[in-house]
């Protein structure tokens, strides 16, 4: 199988990467992109910017879509995403619809990179124009607080059950994969040919990709770890410590662990990767917003002055009702979750809410 042609954009990093490990062609396994020929990202923020890259390189036709026309031709105009991954130049191969049936018409595979609250009304409003069975790989983190549902649920009840589903998730900061460093993520799917079939269409020399059948255990670990991103940013803001930090992210996971499992993922799902792998990133890159909203409030802002201070959609803040929610139903205890979604409500402050986790009964771990 031939190889696609290297985009300008970090092609001679890759060419060296390469030939540094004397392995022209990976050992014959690149892909090229596997059966998918075309494929259409549903949104235009910065992480479907990435996919966009990833896809163009492997000699992908991508068409990116945005519920914006305005914004999108911004975008296509720069060929940069200068509102959400500025300083990255975008595939010269990629192409730009807002016409709802053009961007669909042809796709063999879609991509749905939608904030997991604006799903319902997105895919609402494409749902006729989505060709019968073509594969959706959505990429959103969240859980919807109306419904407790995680996206690709969403999507499902929207367009049916004709439609085959997988995640992809990890831990993935967007403008490092766009300097093309050395990441991995995992793609999950009831159906393990396709997510071998999205494997192929997303692997590159860096970034790996890995295959599972958890699809319910990686959108929850996307979805909760966001939570506890916001923890780790309020410590960070109070300046508590790296001890304090680690203790977070142990038992965080913990909570995210035992709240996977009660509603039926795979206990192992939770230290791979997207379990883990993810929650790591988020609560200690300076970049992740999740953990960035929580350092602001750490250091005095009020909620609505931290979601402000980002241009993007802070996830956790949403998500933490609906995990609170779930966590309710299941009758499992998630005690950083409750602290966090009491600060982001005003019920404690800060300082109130350490106090209490600090004071627990004692137990063993």
Request: net charge negative; proline share 4%; charged share 15%.
């Amino acid at each position: 199988m031939s190889r696609p042609a290297y985009t300008q954009s970090g092609g001679s990093r890759r060419r060296a990467f390469v030939d540094t490990i004397g392995l022209d062609n990976f050992g014959g396994r690149w892909f090229n992109g596997g059966m998918f020929k075309t494929a259409t990202i549903i949104g235009n923020g910065g992480m479907g910017s990435v996919c966009s890259m990833l896809l163009c390189e492997n000699g992908i036709a991508t068409t990116m879509w945005g519920h914006d026309a305005a914004e999108l031709a911004k975008i296509a105009a720069a060929k940069e995403n200068v509102i959400f991954l500025p300083g990255y130049p975008l595939p010269e191969a990629l192409n730009y619809q807002a016409d709802d049936a053009a961007d669909l018409s042809g796709a063999e595979l879609v991509v749905s990179a939608v904030p997991c609250q604006f799903l319902r009304s997105v895919w609402g409003r494409l749902k006729t124009h989505v060709p019968a069975g073509v594969p959706i790989v959505s990429i959103t983190k969240g859980i919807e607080i109306s419904t407790l549902l995680r996206p690709t649920q969403i999507i499902t009840e929207i367009l049916g059950e004709n439609h085959p589903l997988a995640t992809l998730s990890g831990p993935n900061i967007a403008d490092e994969l766009a300097k093309h460093l050395p990441a991995t993520a995992t793609v999950a799917s009831n159906d393990a040919a396709l997510a071998q079939q999205i494997q192929q269409a997303f692997n590159t020399p860096m970034f790996r990709v890995y295959t599972n059948d958890d699809c319910a255990g990686v959108e929850l670990a996307g979805a909760m770890k966001n939570v506890i991103a916001i923890a780790a940013g309020v410590i960070d803001g109070i300046g508590a410590g790296d001890n304090a930090k680690a203790a977070l992210i142990t038992r965080g996971l913990a909570e995210i662990q035992r709240l996977g499992v009660a509603l039926g993922a795979n206990e192992k799902t939770f230290t791979g990767l997207s379990g883990l792998g993810d929650l790591f990133t988020t609560c200690v890159s300076p970049k992740g917003r999740n953990r960035s909203f929580g350092e602001h409030m750490g250091k005095g802002m009020s909620v609505n002055a931290a979601i402000a201070s980002t241009k993007c959609v802070v996830e956790g803040v949403p998500t933490c009702g609906g995990i609170v929610a779930l966590a309710a139903q299941h009758n499992v205890e998630m005690p950083i979750t409750e602290a966090i979604y009491s600060i982001i409500n005003g019920e404690k402050t800060v300082k109130e809410a350490i106090a209490d986790l600090m004071t627990r009964e004692l137990k063993a771990e």
